[in-house]
């Protein structure tokens, strides 16, 4: 049991280039998330999902986008990347709609936008 | 709207002495209550959590936090710091009906021997 997964671990990126965060789970949760981390300002949500096929914008959306074509994978699409995206990125999965649940961690994707 | 605030970005302690983080919240609705820490280049993990119940919580690695909703608090202590305590530390709230967290800045706790 792997828990939640991310890949890559690092990344640069030029300003105007793309590219696209992977995150799976293989504990079949319905929800999961996409978190930045900023130094001193804790986490920010990105977007989030409560199963296949729905996704809604959390606090911080502009500049992603995301799909959820299937329980185990979410990935985060960054277009024409910019500065003010470097971030350390974190996706978690939960099992259920209330708050009560648990959220569990991947380790992270650091990205530095030059 | 929820909304966490951690007093104090850094705390510092010596080894063997008690940990108290802070954390205060605000809530329209019951609150559900969590701690995670962080360790140096690590995703976060949970500590522990209040949802209903006794308002005392036992959590890993020897930590408990009480609820307080007078003082709408749910402050982080454990009694006797080890080195392997020094991470950061989240605070962050939720409630029924919603399935997203609100964390806190964080608190960066330091041990020194």
């Known amino acids: 049991n792997a828990g939640v997964t991310q890949t890559p671990k690092f990344r640069i990126l030029k300003i105007g280039q793309s590219m696209t965060l992977q995150c799976t789970q293989?504990?079949?949760?319905?929800?999961m998330y996409w978190y930045r981390q900023d130094p001193g300002m804790g986490l920010k949500l990105i977007y989030y999902s409560v199963g296949a096929g729905i996704t809604d914008k959390g606090e911080v959306p502009n500049g992603y986008n995301v799909s959820r074509s299937?329980?185990?994978?979410f990935p985060l699409r960054l277009?024409?990347?910019?500065?003010?995206?470097?971030s350390v990125y974190f996706c978690a999965s939960s099992w259920g709609q209330d708050g009560s649940y648990e959220q569990y961690f991947g380790p992270g994707t650091r990205l530095t936008v030059t | 709207?929820?909304?966490?605030?951690?007093?104090?970005?850094?705390?510092?302690?010596?080894?063997?002495?008690?940990?108290l983080l802070r954390c205060n919240y605000s809530s329209s609705v019951p609150p559900y209550l969590?701690?995670?820490?962080?360790?140096?280049?690590?995703?976060l993990q949970l500590l522990l959590k209040y949802t209903t119940g006794a308002t005392l919580v036992k959590g890993i690695n020897g930590f408990e936090a009480e609820f307080?909703?007078?003082?709408?608090?749910?402050?982080?202590?454990?009694?006797?710091?080890?080195?392997?305590?020094?991470?950061?530390?989240?605070?962050?709230?939720?409630?029924?009906?919603?399935?997203?967290?609100?964390f806190g800045k964080g608190t960066m706790l330091l041990v020194s021997p």
């Not at chain 2, 305590?85 to 609100?102: K, P, R, W």
């Open chain 1, 26 to 31: 293989d504990m079949n949760h319905n929800y």
């Open chain 1, 70 to 73: 299937t329980t185990e994978d």
């Open chain 1, 79 to 86: 277009e024409l990347a910019a500065p003010s995206q470097t």
């Open chain 2, 1 to 19: 709207a929820q909304s966490v605030t951690q007093l104090g970005s850094h705390v510092s302690v010596s080894e063997g002495a008690l940990v």
């Open chain 2, 34 to 43: 969590f701690w995670y820490v962080q360790y140096p280049n690590q995703g």
């Open chain 2, 68 to 102: 307080k909703k007078s003082e709408t608090s749910f402050h982080l202590t454990k009694p006797s710091a080890h080195m392997s305590d020094a991470a950061e530390y989240f605070c962050a709230v939720s409630s029924s009906g919603y399935s997203t967290l609100t």
